[in-house]
């Protein structure tokens, strides 16, 4: 990563489907397979999900690296997610993204990508 230490990958989608199969205990499996893929070492992984009496439903997921993280936050009424991924050294959050959106474009026929953005961190 010249001219940096870390780079932060955030993509919001819209249209998202879940359902009683693919939950917020369904998104953190795979941001845990996108991180085992990606060779990044996994610390800490939690999903919590929001039934609507205090927070909107969805949920909130994170699996916490030894380089930082991948977070998931979803409100499934509006069918938005918006997920980020931050890894510092030599390991690359994009593919960690891409690992999610092609499981993601897959499995939720009208899914889409509203934005993208790359930060570089640790300038």
Not at 96 to 106: A, E, M
């Amino acid at each position: 990563m010249t001219n940096s230490h870390g780079k932060q990958v955030c993509v919001d989608y819209s249209h998202c489907d879940f359902n009683e199969v693919r939950d917020g205990s369904w998104m953190l499996e795979l941001m845990r397979y996108a991180v085992n893929s990606a060779k990044v070492r996994e610390v800490h992984s939690h999903v919590e999900e929001f039934d609507g009496s205090k927070s909107p439903a969805g949920f909130a997921a994170v699996v916490l690296l030894d380089e930082s993280h991948v977070s998931a936050h979803c409100y499934y009424d509006k069918g938005i997610l918006a997920i980020d991924a931050f890894t510092c050294g030599d390991s690359d959050p994009n593919i960690i993204i891409d690992i999610i959106n092609k499981r993601l474009v897959s499995e939720m026929e009208n899914i889409k990508v509203v934005g993208k953005d790359e930060i570089l961190r640790f300038r």
